[in-house]
């Protein structure tokens, strides 16, 4: 589904900044609200967003004045304002933004379905009502969904995709591609209070929100120490400052309400909202007034301790969701980094990613400590001990909730990394941030295939991501537009060598996916063997977008693996689609959860290798041969004799009449 038109309802801030993100799209949007004074007010807030992003551009010398002035006009030329339902007979995708009682939306819903087309998506920007309950006011609960934006929506980059009871797996692709094409990046979740990023940094932060009154420490060295410790953006009272006293209240009564005392009220907050003082919405009175501490005692706050605090109930609530099921380990780590600012670049890292760095087994030393200081609240989690006991540790140990590259000590390729592991090969892609495929991702990748082809005791390579949020994202379009004609026409034939040597020697080769795979990434997953995929896993051909094609065998391969009619769909629309749409498509092998992904393709990998190499080489030159059967069954014929003639097939009948593991010699 396409969406060349939206809605949103309710006139608020939020609403203003939702429909300014999609109109600096260029996607039509209108906006509505039962008071004309609200309507006003969004479509304000759309300007005004607008023109301090054009202003900022401006002061980059990026755009002119005139420049700035023009694209203001073109967005607020896709805003309308209505307080009828008179202009949603054509629109794609609505996004209800009303206040958070569940008989209001409950009544917008309904509204909605009877103004709206059939195949439109009704969406919530709630923060943690039943999507299910909301679908029940409509006959099309398969297309409503929950679309949650995070405050400024105009400048916080997640949306999460809530998974009703009754919503396809189209609906949520359809959701999570619109929130791309307005420039947000999604990740999907199940429908639990507080959903992903709201439940795990609530948990956290209630801790330190707990010790505060509990040992009446200072607010402000609690901020100063929070933040200097490095495990968020900046300390948790100055934040709940910036984002309005009601609206953190709010999130915090209501999960505490459905999860008990694991998630802590702070009292001091609850009579500043009683009084009206809700901070930067209202003036700047609120935890803080004219900068200094408006509640709390003179206590001198442990830094250390609130930290450990923090990242040890984060990382409890993360595996909880995990074990849950309510959302994957990437979409959970990417939730915290787009939703809550751990932005590994400035050296904050999000639950697992930050369990992995530190040590998962100190991880679990710390909880366990803290599980004897403060009770069930700290109760280790299932996924931590497992993991320890599987002695996967982390970075150190070469895995742990993700896996990492421990490259051969032997002389490396710069960005594709060789590891081995007995009978098989790991390819780690190594081109932070985003893996492109550029040049010399191609040529590294060729060195490693020869060493790999050489080595007789390998009989599988694993291609990998050494990056744990992407597999890669596509071709370096700049670095291919910088090189020379003849310089690019060599490239581009000795990719597509490499790429096809990959289905013709004996080596099997094995796509472990973990996450986006788009473009050149995908015409590189489709050129192995077999691709392994992580619940998380998203694959595109986007080129289309760009005014170009496939050019890595995305036309070709493609159709073998999905077929012409869903090739065509994919290679002319672009949008991408997720893991199971790929399995069910037939463009992956299995699909597994993230944790799981390596041990499965290792598992994979460890048989494969152990099959007859003779007959494994025959097999993969002669399947996809010919382009009709009588030349394939030429094709196999010749393979058959090659084989059957083989040492490797005297030693297997051998050993089958012998009852016995045969040994190959590819011979």
């Known amino acids: 589904m396409f969406v060349h038109k939206a809605a949103v309802v309710g006139g608020g801030t939020m609403g203003g900044q939702i429909a300014q993100a999609i109109a600096a799209s260029d996607t039509p949007v209108v906006i509505k609200d039962v008071d004309q004074k609200f309507v006003d007010h969004a479509i304000e807030e759309v300007k005004n967003v607008t023109s301090g992003q054009l202003g900022g551009l401006v002061k980059k010398e990026k755009l002119t004045q005139e420049q700035a002035d023009a694209r203001l006009a073109e967005v607020m030329g896709l805003v309308t304002g209505t307080t009828s339902y008179d202009e949603f007979g054509d629109v794609d995708f609505v996004i209800e933004a009303v206040p958070e009682k569940m008989a209001i939306k409950q009544a917008v819903f309904a509204e909605l379905d009877a103004v709206t087309p059939g195949h439109a998506i009704l969406s919530s920007n709630t923060s943690g009502l039943s999507i299910s309950e909301m679908a029940e006011a409509t006959i099309r609960p398969d297309k409503v969904v929950g679309f949650h934006f995070f405050y400024p929506a105009s400048v916080m980059p997640l949306v999460e995709v809530v998974i009703g009871d009754e919503t396809t797996t189209e609906t949520v692709q359809s959701a999570s591609n619109f929130a791309q094409a307005i420039g947000k990046q999604p990740i999907t979740c199940g429908e639990v209070p507080g959903f992903v990023v709201n439940r795990i940094l609530n948990s956290a932060v209630s801790e330190i929100w707990r010790a505060q009154e509990e040992q009446s420490l200072s607010i402000a060295k609690i901020d100063e120490g929070v933040g200097a410790a490095n495990v968020a953006p900046m300390g948790p009272f100055i934040l709940a400052d910036m984002l309005g006293l009601d609206t953190v209240f709010h999130v915090a009564e209501n999960l505490n309400d459905a999860y008990g005392d694991s998630f802590y009220v702070h009292q001091g907050m609850k009579k500043l909202v009683s009084e009206g003082k809700l901070g930067a919405k209202t003036g700047g009175e609120g935890l803080y007034k004219d900068g200094q501490p408006n509640i709390g005692g003179d206590g001198e706050a442990d830094a250390e301790d609130l930290a450990d605090l ?230 595109g051909q986007p080129e289309i977008k760009l005014g170009i094609i496939p050019g890595f065998g995305g036309t ?76 394939g069954i030429d094709a196999e014929k010749q393979g058959f004799a090659t084989a059957f003639l083989s040492e490797d097939a005297k030693e297997g009948i051998g050993a089958f009449l012998g009852k016995r593991t045969p040994k190959w010699c590819g011979k």
């Open 310 to 539: 923090f990242t040890a109930k984060a990382l409890i609530e993360a595996c909880l969701l995990l074990e849950e099921g309510v959302a994957s380990v990437r979409d959970i780590d990417v939730g915290m980094m787009a939703g809550a600012g751990l932005d590994p670049r400035r050296g904050l890292f999000p639950p697992f990613w930050k369990a992995d760095i530190e040590g998962v087994d100190k991880a679990l030393e710390k909880i366990e400590a803290l599980h004897e200081k403060h009770g069930d609240r700290f109760a280790p989690p299932v996924t931590l001990k497992r993991l320890v006991a599987q002695k996967r540790f982390g970075i150190a140990a070469g895995q742990g909730i993700y896996p990492w590259a421990r490259p051969d000590e032997a002389e490396q390729t710069e960005q594709v990394k060789l590891q081995t592991r007995g009978p098989v090969a790991i390819a780690w892609l190594s081109n932070p941030p985003m893996n492109a495929i550029a040049p010399q991702v191609i040529e590294d990748l060729g060195t490693v295939w020869e060493k790999v082809k050489a080595n007789p005791e390998i009989g599988a390579m694993i291609i990998a991501s050494s990056m744990p949020i992407v597999y890669s994202a596509g071709a370096d379009i700049k670095k291919f537009t910088q090189m020379d004609t003849e310089g690019g026409a060599a490239l581009i034939n000795n990719g597509h060598e490499l790429l096809r040597d990959f289905g013709k020697d004996r080596v099997v080769t094995i796509a472990a996916v973990n996450s986006l795979a788009f473009g050149g990434g995908c015409e590189l997953a489709m050129a192995c063997d077999f691709r392994i995929a992580a619940e998380s896993a998203v694959f």
């Open 556 to 631: 070709q391969r493609l159709p073998r693996l999905v077929g012409g009619n869903q090739a065509l769909e994919m290679n002319l629309v672009g949008d991408p689609i997720s893991s199971l749409e790929a399995l069910e498509y037939g463009l992956v092998t299995r699909v597994v959860p993230d944790q799981e992904l390596f041990d499965t393709a290792m598992n994979w990998g460890v048989r494969l290798a152990g099959q007859a190499p003779i007959a494994v080489e025959q097999i993969k030159k002669v399947s996809f041969a010919g382009g009709d059967a009588d030349a």
